[in-house]
């Protein structure tokens, strides 16, 4: 049986389960929001083994994503204290689930969020990666401007979204102005990325299931508004087939980095040149199947369903 663990507005996984139900392939999906809606058990006469509504044997665990039960108290320091108990909980939960094929592991998803660390990989495995400077030094950021004649980009170091009273906002990646270069030491350097600013012809988003890769191309530069990050509006994607050596890249970087799946951000330059972004190892991926037919549900399910 393969245990699903999401929440109930990850749309991703309706997409999936729908399939599962059509090939009558079982499996429970664990909505985190609503844990106490189930049963959950550990007892140590059978080591401590996870059940979930008197259910202890998982082939296969697809990790998508997590949300905390909702916690009705007025009193903040006892909301956080149970908040923080729920996190122990599933922590628990993963480090417990030994037995089952992981898509992927929480624990290297976790590490693998980390952009310094992607890149330090991406680099030496040889990947073209742009020029990086992170740093809370103001002369280290004015050198950096000024060796790329003030073409550079910065963008979050972690995820780029804000939780607000009315919803999620994003932070995009974002090419220096004149105007933030010029006022640079009135800004306080938070933790960010700096980089140089790479000419794109076109951009690549490759999807990583184990070892079958799929990909496709964004033509970016083709509207002002995607031209620095293809995110800020809705265009078309086409079908694409990858370089051998890039695609083999693709894979080593995902096996690298202990992951099972991830959604890869790749540049095409003008001079031929393919470099790398950054690896999502949780990314969204079924508007790309809607849009192109790619199989990669199938493939999710195939690998979760193999032994």
């Avoid at 082939?59 to 108990?85: C, G, H, M, Q």
Wanted: glycine content about 2%; some cysteine.
């Amino acid at each position: 049986m393969i245990l699903i663990i999401t929440h109930k507005e990850d749309f991703t996984v309706d997409f999936v389960i729908e399939k599962l139900n059509k090939r009558g392939i079982k499996y429970f999906r664990l909505n985190c929001e609503d844990i106490d809606s189930d049963t959950y058990n550990f007892e140590n006469k059978n080591n401590f083994r996870f059940s979930l509504n008197d259910l202890d044997h998982f082939t296969s665990v697809w990790f998508r994503r997590t949300k905390l039960p909702e916690i009705t108290s007025d009193n903040e320091a006892e909301k956080l204290y149970l908040l923080a108990d729920y996190e122990s909980l599933w922590d628990n939960i993963y480090s417990l689930i030994d037995t089952a094929k992981w898509l992927s592991d929480p624990k290297y998803i976790y590490r693998a969020e980390n952009k310094i660390l992607q890149l330090n990989v991406a680099n030496s495995i040889g990947f073209n990666i742009p020029e990086t400077v992170i740093t809370n030094s103001h002369k280290k950021v004015s050198d950096f401007i000024v060796k790329f004649k003030s073409n550079v980009i910065v963008k979050p170091i972690r995820q780029g979204r804000i939780q607000q009273k009315e919803g999620f906002s994003t932070i995009f990646t974002n090419k220096l102005t004149m105007e933030r270069i010029k006022s640079l030491n009135e800004y306080d350097l938070t933790p960010c990325i700096f980089q140089e600013y790479v000419e794109k012809e076109y951009e690549i988003r490759v999807t990583v299931v184990g070892e079958k890769v799929f990909s496709a191309k964004i033509n970016s530069q083709m509207s002002h508004e995607t031209r620095i990050d293809w995110r800020k509006e809705k265009m078309p994607f086409e079908n694409y087939s990858l370089p051998a050596d890039i695609l083999e890249k693709c894979v080593l970087i995902t096996k690298k980095l202990k992951l099972s799946f991830g959604a890869i951000d790749i540049i095409k330059t003008p001079k031929n040149e393919y470099v790398f972004l950054e690896i999502n190892p949780n990314g969204q991926w079924a508007w790309l199947e809607t849009e192109l037919g790619l199989p990669i549900s199938n493939e999710i399910i195939n690998y979760l369903t193999s032994n």
